[in-house]
């Protein structure tokens, strides 16, 4: 049976973030703000569509969808046997 999605108590960032370091150490500074501003705006464009009160909860409230989800997949899963 799938996991539910937890946090990873270890680390606060994306996973993916060690191996973007490079590549930021090499944009710039015009670079790394149209990227950011670009982060932001599809973090407004989350928040939004999850109808999340504070970005602070942002990824809480998404975890809570994405296991809400896995439950009716696995209750859907049993009513169709």
Known sequence: MPQPFE???RSSEPS???SAAPVTEQMSLEQ???EL???RDRERQIIQLLGV???DRLL???R???NEL???RILADQSNK
């Open 32 to 34: 790394l703000r149209v």
């Open 37 to 39: 501003d670009k982060l």
């Open 7 to 9: 946090r990873d108590e």
């Open 53 to 55: 009160k504070s970005p």
């Open 64 to 66: 809570n969808v994405l």
């Open 16 to 18: 993916s973030a060690a």
């Open 60 to 62: 809480h409230d998404l």
């Open 70 to 72: 896995q439950l009716l």
